[in-house]
Nanobody, 126 residues
Framework: QVQLVESGGGLVQTGDSLRLSCAAS????????MGWFRQAPGKEREFVASISWSGTSTRYADAVKGRFTVSRDNPKNTVYLQIDSLKAEDTAVYYC???????????????????WGRGTQVTAAS
């Protein structure tokens, strides 16, 4: 019902910033709770951040708290992940995910999300 496409990744220096985008199509985007996950080489996919339908509730993994900001623009059917002060350990493929709910209890769990993008690579080099 929903297709998600991430963009905005790339090769940057540590300390730099990136703004990732997740463009959605299909079902009404504004009704979905959205999440960002990432997977580094040799590691399992992990939760990064999430945002409610209204945008008033946001959640962050401890590793990115204070550096990452998730936001959404429902009229544009787009969710963003602003990444500041990139660290080498931020290097990963970043995925956006969606579930047709306004609020999610276990927002950090992959199983809570029904739709996934194919990811965008973020590489922070020293």
């Amino acid at each position: 019902q929903v297709q998600l496409v991430e963009s905005g990744g790339g090769l940057v220096q540590t300390g730099d910033s990136l703004r990732l985008s997740c463009a959605a199509s299909g079902r009404t985007f504004s009704n979905y709770y959205m999440g960002w996950f990432r997977q580094a080489p040799g590691k399992e996919r992990e939760f990064v951040a999430s945002i409610s339908w209204s945008g008033t509730s946001t959640r962050y993994a401890d590793a990115v708290k204070g550096r990452f900001t998730v936001s959404r623009d429902n009229p544009k059917n787009t969710v963003y992940l602003q990444i500041d002060s990139l660290k080498a350990e931020d290097t990963a493929v970043y995925y956006c995910a969606a579930t047709p709910r306004s609020l999610v209890f276990m927002y950090f769990a992959e199983s809570e999300y029904d739709y996934w993008g194919r990811g965008t690579q973020v590489t922070a080099a020293s």
